[in-house]
């Protein structure tokens, strides 16, 4: 068996849908002999864990699964080990370093 991290995307409706589309993205850990099982495993996954429920403005809220995007292999669960990138263009290198910061920042406030 092998691990793989996946990226599962959901899509967030509320009420009649009349609002910006939101997509939730979730990486989850799968182990899976294959990349093809994790594939389905992790599909079966988003399709288990599709929810609906009554938000505070008794408006629907549904959480419609739309698919695995991503399917990474993890080469050992080491210490540090490397479970998922992104490269991400900004168009203001000084803001983006900023907005990191100020993540960072938020982080370390809660913990």
């Known amino acids: ?9 959901f899509r967030i409706i509320s009420g009649d849908g009349n609002h ?3 997509f939730d993205e979730q990486l989850r850990l799968i182990n899976a002999d294959n990349e093809q099982a994790a ?9 288990d864990i599709q929810d609906s429920f009554t938000n505070a403005q008794k408006q629907m809220v ?5 698919d ?3 399917v990474n292999p993890i080469n050992g669960l080491n210490d540090g080990a490397e479970l998922h990138y992104q490269i991400h263009e ?6 983006y ?3 990191a910061h100020h993540r960072s920042a938020l982080l370390a406030i809660n913990n």
């Open 1 to 9: 068996m092998n691990w793989y991290v996946t990226k599962l995307i």
């Open 20 to 22: 910006p589309a939101q």
């Open 39 to 47: 594939f389905k495993k992790a599909s079966s996954i988003g399709i």
């Open 62 to 66: 549904r959480w419609q699964f739309v």
């Open 68 to 70: 695995v995007t991503e």
């Open 90 to 95: 900004a168009p203001d290198a000084d803001l």
């Open 97 to 99: 370093i900023a907005w």
